[in-house]
């Protein structure tokens, strides 16, 4: 069974960082790109980063670029995302999924429960 389990989420200061790690089980985590997208109060989801199965190419949103960075351990079956220089308006639900290819196209195609990210003063 594929399981995502985000953690890390938290209460922080604007400015503040944090660092939250999604623990991959039931497939060859190594095999495919990973994916971090969000979803804010009263908004749509929004993608922030992905990175590609070997650690070969990353992507970011322009809205984190230079203060949000993914990474991924493939031996611990684990994708991180270190957020630094936190504003108000990265409060969000985040979640990480899995990214597979299908004719030529990507999906995300399972998705963990998300944690919950709040930038307050």
């Known amino acids: 069974q594929v399981q995502l389990v985000e953690s890390g989420g938290d209460l922080v200061q604007p400015g503040g960082s944090l660092r939250l790690s999604c623990a991959a089980s039931?497939?060859?985590?190594?095999?495919?790109?990973m994916y971090w997208v969000r979803q804010g109060p009263g908004k749509g989801l929004e993608w922030v980063s992905i990175?590609?199965?070997?650690?070969?190419?990353?992507y970011y949103a322009d809205s984190v670029k230079g203060r949000f960075t993914i990474s991924r351990d493939n031996a611990k079956n684990t994708l991180y995302l270190q957020m630094n220089g936190l504003k108000s308006e990265d409060t969000a639900v985040y979640y990480c999924?899995?990214?597979?290819?299908?004719?030529?196209?990507?999906?995300?195609?399972?998705w963990g429960q998300g944690t919950q990210v709040t930038v307050s003063s």
């Open positions: 999924a899995r990214r597979r290819l299908y004719s030529g196209m990507w999906y995300d195609d399972y």
């Open positions: 039931g497939f060859t985590f190594s095999d495919y790109r």
């Open positions: 990175i590609s199965s070997k650690d070969i190419l990353v």
